[in-house]
Nanobody, 115 residues
Framework: QVQLVESGGGLVQAGGSLRLSCAAS????????MGWYRQAPGKQRELVAR???????NYADSVKGRFTISRDIGKNTVYLHMNSLKPEDTAVYYC?????????WGQGTQVTVSS
């Protein structure tokens, strides 16, 4: 099993930056893929960014060039660096880990971007 704990959400003005952190209960090197998803009110949960075990990354088109996913293997932590935030980035952000065919989720952290 994998426990994931997010932190770093908050309220920020448009154009600002935030960094989200996701701490895993086991080595992230052993986890097939880790990613960040978000869900805005009334919308489906969507993939924001993902990093797989070999270090390859992929991003939603809406965040390319603004968000960066990274990891610190020694700290078992994955980060989402968010720059040039927009009001439409407002959502609950969830950390996800895919381990032996099972999806694990964190509790979510709220990001609110004011205009």
């Amino acid at each position: 099993q994998v426990q994931l704990v997010e932190s770093g959400g908050g309220l920020v003005q448009a154009g600002g930056s935030l960094r989200l952190s996701c701490a895993a209960s086991r080595s992230i090197f052993s986890i097939n893929a880790m990613g960040w998803y978000r869900q805005a009110p009334g919308k489906q949960r969507e993939l924001v960014a993902r990093i797989i075990s070999n270090g390859n990354t992929n991003y939603a088109d809406s965040v390319k060039g603004r968000f960066t996913i990274s990891r610190d293997i020694g700290k078992n932590t994955v980060y989402l660096h968010m720059n040039s935030l927009k009001p439409e980035d407002t959502a609950v952000y969830y950390c996800n880990g895919q381990f032996i065919g099972t999806d694990y989720w964190g509790q979510g952290t709220q990001v609110t971007v004011s205009s």
